[in-house]
């Protein structure tokens, strides 16, 4: 199994394209440039990309280890200044209410057994009239070997994220994506390499089948050619057949408190103009 969001690297076209829809979702819904939570950051690839676009990012994990990595990258990039790596608990999270004006977090929740406590922390603290995007696996009967070694617990109906998210107190718009290419890429290619490594008898990186697409997902340019592809995909957005659901949810702004109006005495006499 994988220990998600800890190794060095996740990394490839899907995880880009899907970075891409991300980033996308979140400048259409919430495209000012305040502080920002990305959680659970991993090594820190969408955090890093969210500060190149001028947003302040608090960057949560869990893992120490991931978080060591993403301090070096933003440091490499030049963007130290604009990531706050923290280690926190996403049930838990170490943050007043309405702390953040947005918040993203991307294959997080299918990995928890309390989702509703996640998602319920991401909606305290975040501001009213705040944007939460992220993305989470769809459809329950795509369950694979893939599911086993990442460490999912479950897959999503939209009408079940929904509800999820609607608990928490957020109102969400939810959409299915990844459907014809990328649903493709999942069955006859990742499905066979995740099964590969989940039944692997040594280290992953001894497995010379392994290593070879390894290389492959660090090709810039073969990455970039595959998601292109991918964004073919966004022609049958909404389809059934997707791989993932993509989640844009809006923390309801404060309601107006309208005053009540002073009860007027008819029985006084009508002011008079001086």
């Not at 909606?123 to 086993?148: E, I, K, M």
């Not at 939209?158 to 999820?164: E, P, W």
């Amino acid at each position: 199994m994988a220990e998600w969001g800890a190794d060095p690297e996740f990394f490839g076209p899907r995880h880009a394209h899907r970075e891409g829809r991300i980033i996308g979702t979140l400048r259409r819904f919430a495209p000012g440039a305040g502080r920002h939570l990305e959680c659970a950051a991993g090594v820190g690839s969408l955090s890093c990309s969210l500060a190149r676009r001028g947003r302040e990012v608090v960057a949560a994990d869990l893992s120490l280890r991931s978080l060591v990595e993403l301090e070096h990258r933003a440091r490499q990039a030049g963007l130290r200044a604009r990531v706050l790596p923290v280690v926190a608990d996403i049930t838990r999270l170490p943050f007043a209410d309405d702390s953040f004006a947005s918040a993203t977090s991307a294959e997080t929740l299918e990995h928890l057994p309390d989702d509703a406590a996640a998602a319920g922390e991401l909606a305290r603290v975040l501001r009213h009239g705040g944007w939460l995007v992220g993305t989470v696996p769809a459809n329950p009967g795509q369950w694979s070997d893939w599911d086993d070694w990442g460490g999912h617990l479950r897959r999503y109906a939209a009408s079940g994220l929904r509800d999820l998210l609607a608990g928490a107190g957020l109102d969400a718009r939810v959409m299915v994506w990844g459907w014809p290419f990328q649903r493709l890429y999942d069955e006859l290619f990742l499905t066979r390499v995740n099964r590969r490594r989940l039944h692997a008898d040594g280290p992953l990186d001894q497995d010379p089948a392994l290593r070879r697409v390894a290389g492959l997902g660090r090709s810039r340019w073969l990455v970039a050619a595959v998601r292109a592809v991918f964004e073919l995909d966004r022609l049958f957005d909404g389809l059934p057949w997707g791989v993932g659901l993509i989640f844009a949810a809006q923390k309801p702004p404060e309601a107006v408190v309208l005053r009540p109006a002073r009860a007027i005495d008819r029985t006084a006499p009508a002011p008079t103009c001086p």
